[in-house]
């Protein structure tokens, strides 16, 4: 059973570019959550998502960050005119219908 | 405020010498507690779930235990592969069972 996978691991942008993060949850889990950890920080949710819902934003930035889980496909995370600010390791989570959160590898999102 | 806070911030063991880290939690009601660890440049990889004052939980060399105000991971002989910062976080009550985490405790442990 393959674990959660995040692509790409690395991502380079200039900035006023958009960056988009890509997660596969687990086989048979269809609970996905967004974390940002910021250089020297600790991880902070961001977002928590049910197949075609968003069930909590309330981490999210509220201007040029979005995120959805359509029906078909991975989830997606969304970064519009991204600022040095931006530079993270986001990682994406899924969990069944119980509450461990089982971690990808993350996407080391780099501004210049 | 909920709020976890993780101590030490970083440990430095010799292999063998046995140790605990702590997990302190303020929250408004505990849902679960959990313990992940990390690696550098991974992602956080799942330990324990705690739901209950009392509950123990063992893995190999570690054991989490969880009281009504507070956790602790305990370090059993260490090796060196034991080394990696350990992460404590809860799911509150009545929340969107999103993970609030601590800062984690940097753990070295010296051959």
């Known amino acids: 059973n393959a674990g959660v996978m995040q692509n790409p691991r690395h991502l380079v942008r200039r900035r006023g570019q958009e960056a988009r993060l890509r997660c596969s949850p687990m086989?048979?889990?269809?609970?996905v959550y967004w974390y940002r950890q910021l250089p020297e920080e600790g991880l902070k949710f961001m977002v928590y998502?049910?197949?075609?819902?968003?069930?909590?934003e309330s981490g999210m930035p509220k201007e040029r960050f979005s995120a959805e889980f359509p029906k078909e496909g991975p989830s997606i995370l969304r970064i519009q005119q991204v600022v040095r600010g931006d530079s993270a390791a986001y990682f994406c989570?899924?969990?069944?219908?119980?509450?461990?959160?089982?971690f990808g590898p993350g996407t080391r999102l780099t501004v210049l | 405020e909920d709020q976890v806070t993780q101590s030490p911030e970083a440990l430095r063991l010799q292999e063998g010498e046995s140790s605990s880290l702590n997990c302190s939690y303020t929250?408004?009601?505990?849902?679960?507690l959990f313990w992940y660890r990390q690696d550098p440049g991974k992602g956080p990889e799942f330990l324990f779930t705690?739901?209950?004052a009392g509950e123990e939980k063992e893995k190999e060399r570690l054991k989490a235990t969880l009281t009504k105000k507070e956790s602790f991971l305990h370090i059993t002989a260490p090796k060196p592969e034991d080394s990696a910062t350990y992460l404590c976080?809860?799911?509150?009550?009545?929340?969107?069972?999103?993970?609030?985490f601590g800062s984690g405790t940097q753990l070295t442990v010296l051959p």
């Open positions: 989570a899924s969990s069944p219908i119980v509450d461990e959160q089982f």
């Open positions: 086989k048979g889990h269809s609970h």
């Open positions: 998502l049910q197949k075609e819902n968003i069930i909590d």
């Open positions: 929250v408004s009601g505990l849902r679960g």
């Open positions: 705690l739901y209950s």
């Open positions: 976080a809860v799911i509150i009550s009545g929340s969107a069972r999103q993970l609030t």
